[in-house]
Each structure stands twice: as structure tokens, then as C-alpha cells.
């Protein structure tokens, strides 16, 4: 995914929204699927206006910009997500880690096992509280966002749940060789 397209997707689906508000519907719904800063938020809208897929529909006091999709940006986000098939990059550096915990003493590989069932495990829990903090009105972006947090909960389930195993596969493997 591409943060060009993540913006693009939310101005088709909550038109008049200022680089503000785009901020913060990124942070309560598309930061647990793709991290963006300010600068790289406001830096795609100048692109997405100069490429003619979204144009400002009005300007408020102090310079704030609402912006609204062109038919042109219409366009490119259905072809998007219809029209090229996605990405799956796999770079998972706490597996990574997993791969090589043999290069360090059972006691710390099974404490980074604990941590990552922690860490998952308090992810699984943010994501439930999330699902209950928001307004679930019957809006598409509120629809599919839902299907979403769904996929993010059963993601953090299944790494904590895997953590919890791994930590006991390698504890009963300290208890055969002692």
C-alpha cells in the first residue's frame, strides 16, 4: 500500500476534509495498518493536487485547505484496488530475531518470547478497545474499517497465541536437557 493511495482513499470516502482531519482519521483508523507522519501526510496532498486526483473545494481561516476527489482520483483509487494486485511484503523483524534466538543464552530467548506475547497480546487488547471507543455508524469507511480491525485482532491473537507456544516448546526443550 502507498501512503499516496491511503490518503487518496480517505478524501474519496470523507470528502472536505482538511490535512487536520486526514491526520487524525489516519491515526485512529490506518496507523495500526500504515504509519505516516504530518510532513508526509501534507506532502501527499501537494502531490495528489499537482497530479490532478484532488482538488482544494474550499479554503477556511488561517489557510486550511478542505479537500475534495476529482473524478481523475476517483479513477486511480478504483484502479487500485481492482486493477493491480497487492504487494505482500514480508519483513517481520521479531521473526527475524526468533530465527537466530539460538545465538543467545535459553534464559534471554525465553524472555523475548514473554515480551513478544506481551506485546502482542497488549496490541490484541488496544485493537478491542479501540473497536469499543469508536462510533460504528453505518457508513462504508465505518463497514470496511470494521472488517479491518477484525483482521488486526485475529493477527494479534494469533502472534500472541504463537508466542505463548513458542515460550513453551522452548521450556520443555530446557526441562529434556537438564
Avoid at 490506518?30 to 495528489?48: M, P
Avoid at 497488549?122 to 479491518?148: C, K, P, S
Wanted: glycine fraction near 8%; proline fraction near 3%; aromatic fraction near 8%.
Amino acid at each position: 500500500m502507498s501512503l499516496r493511495h491511503a490518503v487518496l482513499g480517505l478524501i474519496v470516502q470523507v470528502p472536505g476534509c482538511s490535512g487536520y482531519d486526514l491526520l487524525k482519521i489516519f491515526e485512529i483508523s490506518l496507523a495500526h495498518v500504515w504509519q505516516a507522519t504530518q510532513s508526509q501526510i501534507y506532502g501527499e496532498l501537494g502531490k495528489l493536487a499537482a497530479d490532478g486526483l484532488i482538488e482544494v473545494a474550499s479554503e477556511g481561516p488561517r489557510g486550511r485547505k478542505e479537500y475534495a476527489p476529482t473524478e481523475a482520483g476517483r479513477d486511480e483509487l478504483r484502479r487500485w484496488l481492482t486493477g493491480t494486485p497487492p504487494r505482500r511484503v514480508t519483513r517481520d523483524e521479531a521473526l527475524l530475531r526468533v530465527f537466530f534466538l539460538g545465538s543467545i543464552p535459553h534464559d534471554q530467548a525465553r524472555e523475548y518470547l514473554r515480551r513478544e506475547a506481551d506485546d502482542a497480546a497488549a496490541g490484541y487488547d488496544e485493537l478491542v478497545d479501540l473497536e469499543h471507543r469508536l462510533n460504528w455508524t453505518q457508513d462504508t469507511m465505518a463497514e470496511f474499517g470494521r472488517i479491518a480491525l477484525e483482521f488486526g485482532q485475529r493477527y494479534m491473537a494469533t502472534r500472541r497465541d504463537w508466542a505463548r507456544w513458542a515460550l513453551t516448546q522452548l521450556e520443555a526443550r530446557s526441562r529434556e536437557t537438564t
